[in-house]
């Protein structure tokens, strides 16, 4: 099936720094990716929509000028976490949608996750 | 989006089946029914997905009612390795953003 990665997959920084991951769907084009944020013991919760070659949506209550989105090719999206601080050490999902071809199906795939811990 | 409603936990025997339900009473005609599963500390997983008719793949059948309003997702022979969190989600399409809600945590015991 199709694969999405992500990198790093775990990330230690001090507070006050900026942390960037990256999202990279590995054998298909993603006009569209998704990025989430998920806290121990808790769902994932949706945080933007990384549109290719424009800005991305943020959903209600995310800080934009916070998580930084690019999403400059058609493989890749970034997130990156700005003046990070230990309440936004989280577990970070990407998914990227890809469209079926051949009768395949549709469907979204997503990342393995990065954690990032913030000291 | 249609809010789904799931047990917060189930047990399965492995080797059993295990039958996850799903509740979705206020699902619209366009409305797709998607299952995804989490393993720990994993990014969440496509199992499966439906409009009306019944839908079975390599992994999983996933059984919907005739008035749509509640599916069943059946793991034929659950091993050990199908311990995860199990969500359902209704939307309209694939590339509709997925809002995930609290799921099924299934265990499967030896």
């Known amino acids: 099936g199709a694969v999405v990665s992500q990198h790093p997959s775990r990330v230690i920084c001090k507070s006050g720094t900026s942390v960037k991951i990256e999202c990279r769907s590995l054998?298909?084009?993603?006009?569209?990716m998704f990025w989430y944020r998920q806290f121990p013991k808790q769902s994932l919760m949706l945080m933007a929509t990384s549109n290719e070659g424009s800005k991305a949506t943020y959903e209600q209550g995310v800080e934009k000028d916070k998580f930084l989105i690019n999403h400059a090719s058609l493989t890749l999206s970034t997130l990156t976490v700005t003046s990070a601080h230990p309440e936004d050490s989280s577990f970070y999902i990407c998914?990227?949608?890809?469209?079926?071809?051949?009768?395949?199906?549709?469907?979204?795939?997503f990342g393995p996750g990065t954690r990032l811990t913030v000291l | 989006d249609a809010k789904t409603t799931q047990p917060p936990s189930m047990d399965c025997a492995e080797g059993r089946a295990a039958n996850l339900p799903c509740n979705h009473s206020t699902i619209s005609g366009n409305e797709y029914v998607y299952w995804y599963r989490q393993i720990h500390s994993q990014g969440p997983q496509y199992i499966i997905h439906g409009l009306k008719n019944n839908e079975t793949n390599e992994m999983a059948s996933l059984i919907i009612t005739e008035d749509r309003k509640s599916s069943t997702l059946i793991l034929p022979h659950a091993t050990l390795r199908d311990t995860a969190v199990y969500y359902c989600i209704v939307k309209k399409t694939s590339y509709d953003k997925v809002i995930f809600g609290p799921g099924t945590s299934l265990s499967v015991i030896p």
């Open positions: 054998d298909f084009q993603a006009t569209t």
């Open positions: 998914s990227a949608y890809k469209q079926g071809a051949g009768g395949a199906v549709d469907t979204q795939y």
